[in-house]
């Protein structure tokens, strides 16, 4: 069966990306791109064609099975009721929705069952906890997580293009010994780390740095657990890397951790990458598998465990995630 797929947002990295996956999922479709009147006419190549972009308006998705988005906050509350009232599954990237009482928010290797529940909206949800959690949740299954302490370590491609094009002329003007005017970053980016992601709450976190923990929770069905992390935006193109310290409720070994970790769908365990047992955002780059390495005890609680985590996070991030929910409601 050939669906009719609508991707919002097609001009952007994550929406190219999605075309990319719907590629490599072999997803039997048609696809309308849809993105602002500025970009109507482009052409962006898929499946050995093409597809020209068209205007989103509220009647672009009559006729429509799916809807990708990968589009801000604003165009997503601005397009979601004329998507489900078209009849089609809002499949969307951005945060709008993802804490909505009646929209599932889901990873399908974690909590796929979750998206049958969707009353025509499915979340997905932010990148660094996407990877994040496919790192932890084995752990989980063996016993309950209390709590996470997490450090990011975020590549300039999830501030979107204009992240990578900041960090490109950063390193054309350190080159020429030009100086350096950051466009997308608060601070110089090249050579340099900014722990600042997201917008200040009342608490003092970011609400990057809030998502973990408030996706999180409802990803893994774990409505206690606490977490506290703070989010770092590196020099690196592409990829996420996250330190995370896990406390379960008994004790997980290390090896019992590193067993389920090794089992657990979509997850690789790095035992040997070139001599080394972790991974960097290299390793990770252009696939969909979190790697995960470094596990071991943590020294300050006897039920705690530390380990180190990359993913990328254009593809299992956001746009391969948000391919493979959609694979899961086609294939059952």
Same mark, same amino acid.
């Given at each position: ?15 190219? #990306? ?5 590629? /490599?999922?072999?997803? /039997? ?5 849809? =993105?602002?009147?500025?970009? &109507? ?19 672009? @998705?009559?006729? $429509? ?6 589009? #801000? ?8 009721? =004329? ?25 399908? #290797? ?6 049958f529940k969707n009353n025509g909206i499915i979340a997905n949800p932010n990148c660094s906890t996407?990877?994040?959690?496919? =790192? &932890? ?24 293009q204009k992240g990578i094009e900041d960090l490109e002329q950063q390193e054309k003007s350190l080159?020429?010994? !030009?100086?350096? &005017?950051?466009?997308? @970053? ?21 609400? !990057? !740095? ?11 069905? $774990?409505?206690? $657990? ?22 379960? !409720? ?38 969909? /598998? ?20 990359c993913g990328d996070q254009i593809r299992k991030g956001a746009a391969a995630n948000a391919v ?9």
């Amino acid at each position: 069966m050939s669906y009719k797929i609508a991707v919002l947002g097609v001009t952007g990295a994550v929406g190219r #990306e999605m075309l990319k996956c719907l590629e /490599d999922y072999k997803i /039997d479709c048609v696809v309308k791109g849809l =993105a602002s009147a500025r970009s &109507v006419g482009t052409k962006i190549p898929f499946n050995g064609g093409e597809i020209v972009v068209e205007e989103a308006t509220m009647d672009s @998705f009559e006729g $429509m099975d799916y809807v990708l988005g990968a589009v #801000e906050n604003d165009m997503s509350e601005k397009f979601a009721p =004329a998507i489900v009232k078209s009849g089609a599954v809002f499949i969307d990237n951005s945060s709008a929705f993802r804490l909505n009482d009646d929209v599932p928010l889901v990873v399908p #290797e974690i909590n796929g069952e979750d998206a049958f529940k969707n009353n025509g909206i499915i979340a997905n949800p932010n990148c660094s906890t996407i990877i994040t959690m496919m =790192a &932890v949740a084995a752990i989980a299954k063996l016993s309950p997580i209390k709590t996470m302490v997490s450090c990011t370590y975020q590549a300039v491609s999830g501030a979107g293009q204009k992240g990578i094009e900041d960090l490109e002329q950063q390193e054309k003007s350190l080159m020429a010994g !030009e100086k350096i &005017v950051p466009t997308k @970053f608060p601070a110089q980016i090249v050579r340099n780390a900014i722990p600042n992601i997201g917008s200040y709450k009342d608490n003092g976190y970011t609400s !990057e !740095e809030m998502k973990l923990q408030n996706e999180g929770r409802k990803i893994l069905h $774990m409505p206690e $657990m606490l977490v506290t992390c703070t989010c770092v935006r590196i020099p690196v193109m592409r990829s996420h890397s996250i330190a995370t310290t896990v406390v379960t !409720e008994r004790k997980v070994s290390v090896e019992e951790a590193k067993a389920a970790i090794k089992a657990f769908p979509g997850v690789q365990l790095a035992e040997d990458i070139d001599g080394r047992d972790y991974p960097t955002p290299l390793d990770t780059s252009e696939q969909d /598998d979190v790697f995960v390495g470094r596990v071991r005890e943590d020294l300050t609680n006897p039920n705690g465990l530390c380990l180190w985590c990359c993913g990328d996070q254009i593809r299992k991030g956001a746009a391969a995630n948000a391919v493979q929910i959609l694979k899961l409601l086609i294939t059952k």
